[in-house]
């Protein structure tokens, strides 16, 4: 079956760490790949996202994530988390032949100071 | 530019109610999607509209409706209420379809069923 999974719900790091997010998927084909944020009480905002071409994209506010096709994954990273990326991390596929969207269960980042 | 906006941004209503929320896109985007997102279900993906035609529908009963107007507007209508359908419902917009066109989201509705 088509799921897009975050295996960690939560997550705590220290401001100045660097930060990985997971996010795994299974798809017949390469998915259209996607990483939102939502900060609490607002609407979600793109990070960035993966049609094709380089694995490693370059997304706003520092962050970067990678496509390993042969690991199904999408995995997002910062080299240095500031306190204000506090927030709630979807990681979203859509198959490339639909607009089907679906999104992953989310991942909450808690920054200790 | 103003972003997307949906109101209203709370609402509270009875089992067995109708409600109906709106959105309205950013200027020029011809491409509205509503999703709804629970703490047990996450975020699922209702549907689709794109001048003024349902484009693609996700697995939810018919009881969840929805409309886009020529002017993009959309409005998403939930019929004989359910506990089951407090939430919050958030709606994007994009150019073009989803999937290869960014969708920028508005704060959403929170419905809450008593």
């Known amino acids: 079956a088509q799921s897009v999974t975050q295996p960690d719900i939560h997550i705590t790091v220290s401001e100045g760490a660097s930060l990985e997010l997971r996010c795994n998927y299974s798809?017949?084909?390469?998915?259209?790949l996607f990483w939102y944020v939502q900060s609490p009480g607002q609407g979600l905002q793109l990070l960035l996202k993966?049609?094709?071409?380089?694995?490693l994209v370059q997304g706003i506010k520092g962050f970067e994530a990678e496509f390993k096709r042969s690991q199904s994954s999408f995995n997002l990273r910062k080299p240095s988390v500031h306190w204000s990326d506090a927030a709630e991390y979807f990681c979203?596929?859509?198959?490339?032949?639909?607009?089907?969207?679906?999104f992953g269960a989310g991942t909450r980042l808690t920054v200790k100071p | 530019k103003a972003g997307v906006t949906q109101t209203p941004r709370y609402l509270i209503k009875t089992r067995g109610q109708q409600v109906t929320l709106s959105c309205s896109p950013i200027?020029?985007?011809?491409?509205v999607s509503w999703y709804q997102q629970t703490p047990g279900q996450g975020l699922q993906f209702l549907f689709e509209?794109?001048?003024?035609?349902?484009?693609n529908k996700g697995n939810f009963p018919g009881r969840f409706s929805g409309r886009q107007f020529s002017n993009s507007r959309s409005e998403m209508n939930v019929s004989t209420l359910e506990l089951g359908d407090s939430a919050l419902y958030l709606c994007?917009?994009?150019?073009?379809?989803?999937?290869?066109?960014?969708?920028?989201f508005g704060p959403g509705t929170r419905l809450t069923v008593l």
């Open positions: 994007a917009s994009s150019l073009g379809l989803q999937g290869r066109n960014e969708q920028f």
């Open positions: 798809y017949g084909a390469t998915p259209y």
């Open positions: 993966y049609f094709s071409g380089d694995t």
């Open positions: 979203a596929v859509e198959p490339y032949n639909n607009n089907d969207m679906r």
């Open positions: 200027s020029g985007h011809r491409s």
């Open positions: 509209y794109f001048s003024e035609t349902q484009r």
